[in-house]
């Protein structure tokens, strides 16, 4: 008999799971649960800005019960974005009393959604605004020069997001846009002149009723000059053009939802937008950028499967009607552009 071998096994206590001891939770809380509360009560609300972590949310419940609050995100939405146009449900305390804190507990499905990346090779996307359905892009004709290339980054980004484009091109006091509106002839684009003397408030306005039109534009361009006169009381602060550089300076630094009001009845929402001097295009697919120049996607029917309508791209239709004439000096600096995005991606 080996030396560990014992004839008192029978002596020897028994454990089960009873016996094992469990630490104890230092933090005296209950077990984490992946079972979220239904929040049956929720409000529904829509998200007009935000600052730091805090969320001015518009609640509408019918009638004139209508309020803006504050909110914060709740924990369980810590990994999902929620920006400007959002649709989301509130609980805790939403009577917008000063000092109370409202949470946003769901984000509603959006219906779009406008992104813009920091280059062209930067896959991570920044959300502008979400359900928006209009786009107005605000140019100078001087003053900042006009930039054909950010137009053609912004119109690309309006039709990967289903956003209808509309432009405004103001200061023509300063300078004559017809040659910069050429290059956008060949495009479903309603165009509205601005200048020192005139603003066509009543015409951009009545575009405006009924839609969420997220504005976007360079710096200095006089975006929040047109805001602050289609919604008195808006207050947008306003920059100046650097005479040396003749680039703007930021003044708007965060989006913000403002109602536009027709004075009959009909209202709207105007989405302002902090100036930009390059616009991103590393989150759209390549292949719905033909799709923003309608003009050119006609002709590119007949390309053959497959075409990048690269100048180098073999049997390309659209270079075939350059190369014959057919599309005369605009048509050609409408495929130059195109061509340009389109080799971002190659």
Same mark, same amino acid.
């Given at each position: 008999?080996?030396?560990?071998?014992?004839?008192?096994?029978?002596?020897?206590?028994?454990?089960?799971?009873?016996?094992?001891?469990?630490?104890?939770?230092?933090?005296?809380?209950?077990?984490?649960? %992946?079972?979220?509360?239904?929040?049956?009560?929720?409000?529904?609300?829509?998200?007009?800005?935000?600052?730091?972590?805090?969320?001015?949310?518009?609640?509408?419940?019918?009638?004139?019960?209508? /309020?803006?609050?504050?909110?914060?995100?709740?924990?369980?939405?810590?990994? %999902?974005?929620?920006?400007?146009?959002? *649709?989301?449900?509130?609980?805790?305390?939403?009577?917008?009393?000063?000092? @109370?804190?409202?949470?946003?507990?769901?984000?509603?499905? /959006?219906?779009?959604?406008?992104?813009?990346?920091?280059?062209? @090779?930067?896959?991570?996307?920044?959300?502008?605004?979400?359900?928006?359905?209009?786009?107005?892009?605000?140019?100078?004709?001087?003053?900042?020069?006009?930039?054909?290339?950010?137009?053609?980054?912004?119109?690309?980004?309006? #039709?990967?997001?289903?956003?209808?484009?509309?432009?405004?091109?103001? %200061?023509?006091?300063?300078?004559?846009?017809?040659? +910069?509106?050429?290059?956008?002839?060949?495009?479903?684009?309603?165009?509205?002149?601005?200048?020192?003397?005139?603003?066509?408030?009543?015409?951009?306005?009545? $575009?405006?009723?009924?839609?969420?039109?997220? #504005?976007?534009?360079?710096?200095?361009?006089? %975006?929040?000059?047109?805001?602050? $006169?289609?919604?008195?009381?808006?207050?947008?602060?306003?920059? /100046?053009?650097?005479?040396?550089?003749?680039?703007?300076?930021?003044?708007?630094?965060?989006?913000?939802?403002?109602?536009?009001?027709?004075?009959?009845?009909?209202?709207?929402?105007?989405?302002?937008?902090?100036?930009?001097?390059? +616009?991103?295009?590393?989150?759209?697919?390549?292949?719905?950028?033909?799709?923003?120049?309608?003009?050119? $996607?006609?002709?590119?029917?007949?390309?053959? /499967?497959?075409?990048? *309508?690269?100048?180098?791209?073999?049997?390309?239709?659209?270079?075939?009607?350059?190369?014959?004439?057919?599309?005369?000096?605009?048509?050609?600096?409408?495929?130059?552009?195109?061509?340009?995005?389109?080799? @971002? +991606?190659?």
């Amino acid at each position: 008999m080996s030396w560990w071998d014992t004839d008192d096994d029978e002596d020897e206590p028994e454990f089960d799971e009873s016996d094992v001891r469990v630490r104890p939770n230092r933090r005296g809380s209950r077990p984490r649960t %992946k079972v979220r509360p239904e929040h049956a009560d929720a409000v529904p609300g829509t998200v007009l800005g935000v600052d730091r972590g805090r969320y001015a949310v518009l609640i509408d419940e019918g009638g004139s019960d209508e /309020r803006e609050i504050t909110a914060a995100r709740a924990s369980e939405l810590r990994r %999902k974005s929620v920006v400007t146009g959002d *649709h989301v449900d509130l609980v805790s305390d939403t009577t917008g009393e000063p000092g @109370t804190l409202a949470r946003i507990v769901r984000i509603g499905e /959006r219906s779009t959604l406008l992104r813009r990346s920091a280059d062209d @090779t930067d896959e991570v996307e920044r959300i502008i605004v979400a359900n928006a359905d209009q786009m107005l892009i605000v140019v100078a004709a001087a003053n900042p020069e006009p930039r054909i290339r950010l137009v053609d980054r912004y119109l690309v980004a309006a #039709f990967d997001a289903g956003i209808q484009p509309l432009l405004v091109i103001t %200061k023509t006091d300063l300078a004559d846009p017809a040659e +910069f509106l050429e290059n956008f002839a060949g495009l479903d684009l309603p165009v509205f002149r601005s200048s020192t003397e005139r603003m066509p408030l009543e015409e951009i306005t009545r $575009a405006l009723i009924g839609h969420r039109t997220v #504005f976007v534009g360079h710096s200095g361009v006089g %975006k929040s000059t047109l805001v602050n $006169a289609l919604v008195p009381g808006a207050d947008r602060a306003i920059g /100046r053009v650097n005479e040396v550089t003749g680039r703007g300076r930021h003044t708007s630094s965060s989006t913000v939802s403002l109602r536009v009001e027709d004075g009959r009845g009909g209202t709207g929402w105007v989405i302002d937008t902090p100036g930009v001097r390059s +616009f991103g295009l590393g989150h759209v697919d390549p292949a719905n950028i033909l799709g923003a120049f309608t003009d050119l $996607a006609r002709i590119a029917e007949n390309c053959p /499967r497959g075409c990048t *309508h690269l100048p180098d791209a073999p049997d390309c239709a659209m270079n075939e009607a350059v190369a014959a004439g057919e599309l005369g000096e605009t048509g050609r600096a409408r495929l130059d552009s195109l061509q340009r995005l389109l080799a @971002t +991606f190659a």
